[in-house]
């Protein structure tokens, strides 16, 4: 089997150097293009020497190697190379095309400023898209050169070479950001195409430039004065902060008591939600801020909430009673406070931060453990049994088991956690008559 496949050379009339980014994501592009009768062109033929072969002719360039799911960029043809890896990874689900041979020959030279480069990518890609069957118009095929070009292979540069080269003809072309763009055709009578084509002479000096570099350096000089604006709004945005700052501390200046807990509840905030040390009898206690808000109580009072994690195996069953329970009822009968202390955070999630698996200090100093389960002995539950424990306790708080169907369902979801944790109904039973593991 033999594919032929042709794209056209471009001429940039207006607009040229607004298709690139980032000006073209900030402030849009507009380009005016026709393309000409010059052509890049591509020829894929089967083989069966199980080798990948590019030759350009117009770079008298050749590459061969075996079958291979990609190809390393090394300078030598490396359109051709891009291209090949973008079709296998996204096309042919990473497995290597068969054995073929890809012949390519441009009639313009590189550095032409005719869009050499990215009609090429569209006509090797046109070759694939015919070889290979694949689902692609013409925005497709563009964006997708698009990319190899300027990610893949990254070579620097705007977007209408590619749609230039996809969708021929003159065209009035619409860049904005996020890579969307607008190809609007344009009804040009002959009589003004012909008129044109007598008035324009195209002519080859001999001599190339790098459009690339060009790119660099535009997109370079576009950065700079963006990386100064947003230096600015930044250094205004921290004024303003600090101003605000300022203002807060001098407020605050003004009241009698700062209210602090734990030494990190201010009315500030400051510190929340980060991992603090409390003197817990003869020793530093890590600890964590999982949340500090407020309730309204059945009088209609606003009251703060604070709920508090310490890692059970950072604190024994005898510094819990005898230390921090009674340190932390004093703090939440000082301060009118409801803490609710957690010892895993799988319980402070269980229910969406419902009371499950915490002790509550009420703001009269009482200690209550209505919410949590206890049982004999004085065994911590393992990480194991508390993921089972929480993955049945959400499952029983989720399922009423009014219906046949949600009964049914019920049981598939009980058999699925025997199934998970490789344990029979009663181990399950007898983990979750555990309960919480901390016994007072």
């Known amino acids: 089997m033999v594919i032929r496949s042709k794209a056209p050379l471009r001429l940039g009339l207006a607009g040229g150097g607004t298709d690139v980014s980032p000006y073209s994501d900030e402030f849009g592009g507009y380009v005016l293009n026709a393309t000409i009768n010059m052509h890049s062109y591509c020829t894929i033929e089967e083989t069966d020497n199980g080798n990948i072969t590019f030759e350009a002719i117009d770079r008298n360039e050749k590459y061969e190697t075996n079958i291979k799911s990609y190809i390393e960029l090394d300078g030598l043809l490396d359109l051709h190379k891009g291209v090949y890896n973008r079709i296998v990874k996204d096309f042919n689900r990473g497995e290597p095309l068969p054995a073929f041979k890809m012949t390519t020959f441009s009639e313009a030279p590189a550095g032409s400023g005719l869009g050499s480069s990215s009609t090429m990518v569209v006509a090797i ?10 689902p692609l118009g013409e925005y497709d095929i563009a964006n997708l050169a698009y990319k190899i070009e300027r990610i893949d292979i990254g070579l620097s540069g705007g977007k209408q070479d590619q749609y230039a080269a996809t969708f021929g003809g003159f ?24 008129e044109l084509e007598h008035r324009m ?3 080859y000096t001999g001599t190339s430039r790098d459009s690339a570099k060009i790119i660099d350096e535009q997109v370079k000089n576009a ?7 947003k230096k600015k709004a930044k250094e205004d945005k921290e004024a303003k902060k600090k101003a605000e700052k300022d203002k807060k501390q001098v407020e605050s200046a ?22 603090q040390k409390e003197k817990i009898g003869e020793r530093n206690i890590n600890y964590e801020v999982l949340r500090d808000g407020s ?16 890692p059970y195996c950072d604190i024994t069953k005898k510094e819990m009673t005898n230390n921090l329970l009674p340190k932390l009822a004093q703090y939440a009968k000082n301060y009118s406070l409801w803490i609710r202390f957690y010892c895993d955070r799988r319980f402070y999630k269980l229910y969406d931060g419902a009371t499950n698996g915490s002790v509550s200090l009420r703001e009269d100093g009482t200690i209550s453990t209505d919410s949590l389960k206890f049982h004999k002995t004085n065994e911590l539950m393992s990480d194991k049994e508390i993921s089972i424990y929480t993955e049945y306790q959400l499952l029983t708080g989720t399922s009423r088991n009014s219906t046949d169907e949600e009964r049914q369902k019920f049981e598939e979801e009980k058999r699925n956690i025997l199934k998970k944790y490789n344990i029979t109904e009663e181990e399950l039973m007898e983990i979750n008559s555990k309960g919480f593991s901390f016994t007072l």
């Open 125 to 134: 890609l046109n070759a694939y898209v015919e070889w290979l069957k694949l």
């Open 295 to 310: 309730y309204v109580n059945k009088n209609g009072v606003h009251k703060r909430t604070i709920d508090i994690l310490i």
């Open 201 to 203: 002479l195209l002519f």
């Open 223 to 229: 950065t700079k004065k963006e990386e100064e604006l």
């Open 254 to 275: 003004k009241k009698k008591e700062n209210n602090c807990v734990l030494g990190i509840f201010c009315e500030d905030k400051t510190n929340e939600k980060k991992l």
């Open 171 to 194: 065209n009035f072309m619409e860049f904005y950001e996020k890579d969307r763009v607008i190809v609007n055709p344009l009804r040009i009578k002959n009589w003004i195409k012909n």
